[in-house]
């Protein structure tokens, strides 16, 4: 073999080699941040703010972990309720401020931490895949305090994990959903995209394989298919009538993500995009609108699904 030849192919096998390993390092290291988000602490106490008796709850899920939340029921009540969940490596407090929208309009509001989030248990975090039989369960514990209409109300992490409960949850009358994702290998794309500053066409092609090992370390490890994290599939399932929420300058989680839902449910939804809002910001750009809308969606679906 030709001393050129033999370069070439080394040079090949070195740069193959090289890409296999890093692959499987971007792998694991995405399948940790993902599986592990970090575990913000809950204060001691609900906020003084809320002006309002805040119970202390729990329940277990299919799996055994405890769950934990702040029930509030409403000092003047309408009969129904509304589930608010928080976004990733956050707590209940993150979605609290929600509660005195909902409280005023006489909605008893539950709050819970998601599973490996705030005071419940659990190792891993799952986007959905174990999260829907979470909250499924959670409505049924709230429907025997309150009988009438459940609505669920969720951001980001919490939206998405709102979309694929409506498919798995019995009784529900309406979900409003901001900024979630559609299915968990995009928004996986995004990361990766966002972390290495290349742009979609990145996670695509050339670190499709890191998204994919990080797939396997969580279905090896864990026995749990971070791919079945998909609100666009629920969203075809599901009758539930939903309002999709996103932001023209959200760039954690591209308004596409909720276009693609909206495409996908249409017969059931409907889509509110706020011109100028970041993240989960809908109700930082206006306050009114954000409770004409969310509380009138509500309003407007008062049958269960």
């Not at 703010?49 to 799996?63: E, N, T």
């Not at 969940?85 to 509660?99: I, P, Q, W």
């Amino acid at each position: 073999m030709r001393a050129g030849v033999r370069t070439a192919v080394w040079f090949v096998a070195i740069t193959t080699g090289a890409y296999l390993l890093g692959s499987l390092i971007a792998g694991w290291t995405l399948a940790q941040m993902a599986l592990h988000p970090g575990r913000k602490p809950l204060p001691p106490a609900a906020p003084a703010w809320l002006h309002s008796p805040v119970d202390d709850v729990g329940i277990s899920s299919v799996d055994g972990v405890p769950l934990q939340a702040w029930y509030i029921p409403a000092a003047h009540p309408n009969g129904a309720a509304v589930i608010l969940l928080h976004g990733m490596a956050d707590t209940r407090e993150g979605v609290a401020g929600y509660a005195v929208m909902f409280l005023r309009r006489g909605y008893s509001v539950l709050l819970p931490d998601s599973r490996a989030h705030g005071a419940s248990g659990g190792a891993i975090a799952t986007y959905g895949v174990l999260e829907r039989d979470d909250v499924r369960r959670w409505a049924a514990w709230l429907h025997l305090r309150v009988p009438g209409c459940e609505y669920l109300f969720g951001e980001s992490m919490g939206a998405a994990i709102a979309i694929q409960a409506s498919a798995v949850t019995p009784g529900l009358c309406a979900v409003a959903a901001e900024s979630s994702f559609a299915t968990f290998r995009e928004i996986a794309n995004d990361r990766i995209s966002q972390f290495t500053g290349l742009g979609l066409w990145f996670p695509r092609t050339l670190g499709a394989p890191a998204r994919d090992l990080a797939v396997l370390y969580g279905i090896f490890r864990f026995h749990v298919d971070l791919a079945d994290a998909s609100p666009l599939r629920a969203i075809r399932e599901s009758r539930v009538p939903t309002l999709l929420i996103c932001g023209t300058a959200d760039n954690n989680i591209p308004m596409r993500h909720s276009v693609e839902l909206f495409h996908a449910g249409a017969s059931h939804s409907a889509l509110w995009i706020v011109e100028g809002a970041e993240h989960t910001g809908a109700v930082s750009v206006d306050p009114g609108e954000f409770e004409r809308r969310v509380v009138g969606w509500f309003e407007q679906h008062t049958l269960p699904n």
